[in-house]
């Protein structure tokens, strides 16, 4: 009888065992899946909220410069650009966007969103402020290409201009550059 009781407290031992590495492993596979789709999730978002700045930055440029085209006004403005739907779609994707962002890079965006729609609202009045406000949308588009890329994080928009146009502004980045040929003269 001896045999038959060490034999139950073996097999159940080994029971105990299996039933343990199997939860451990459901625990962790199911910790590792959990962990695979909020990240993918998050760069879904990011790529979505990007998309949508984005679309709001080249509605507000095309604007401008629709507005500024036809009235070959001279150094002033004939009636004065303003861009307030503009402004209200970059600062509502910018307050969205920046929920993906640690607290630094979120308040880093949320200033950056609300200093862009001041710029916006106010517009242009004369040729100077018109090229300035295309040189603020260019900036801002080179900054949130980056970040929707995963290139920039919400802390950069903190950035000065000069950085921003450095680290994201259009540039050839390899070292080895294509060679598309040269522009006829």
């Known amino acids: 009888m001896n045999l038959g009781v060490a034999t139950f407290h073996w097999v159940a031992l080994h029971a105990v065992v299996y039933v343990l590495?199997?939860?451990l492993g459901a625990l962790f596979g199911g910790a590792i899946s959990l962990i695979v789709s909020t990240r993918s999730a998050r760069r879904e978002r990011r790529a979505r909220y990007g998309e949508s700045l984005l679309n709001a930055l080249t509605a507000a440029e095309r604007r401008l410069a629709s507005a500024a085209e036809p009235q070959q006004h001279g150094?002033?403005?004939i009636e004065p650009i303003m861009l307030r739907?503009?402004?209200v779609a970059v600062w509502s994707f910018t307050e969205l966007a920046s929920t993906l962002e640690s607290p630094t890079g979120r308040e880093a965006m949320r200033a950056w969103g609300l200093q862009l729609f001041d710029v916006l609202v106010h517009g242009a009045s004369n040729d100077v402020q018109m090229m300035w406000l295309f040189d603020r949308l260019d900036l801002a588009v080179f900054l949130t290409s980056a970040w929707t890329a995963g290139d920039a994080t919400?802390?950069?928009f903190a950035?000065?201009?000069t950085e921003?146009?450095?680290m994201f502004g259009p540039a050839l980045r390899g070292q080895h550059p294509p060679d598309y040929g040269q522009r006829p003269t």
Do not use: K, M, Q
């Open 85 to 87: 739907e503009e402004a």
């Open 21 to 23: 590495a199997a939860l």
């Open 164 to 166: 921003i146009a450095n």
């Open 75 to 77: 150094a002033v403005l």
């Open 159 to 161: 950035r000065s201009g």
């Open 154 to 156: 919400g802390s950069d």
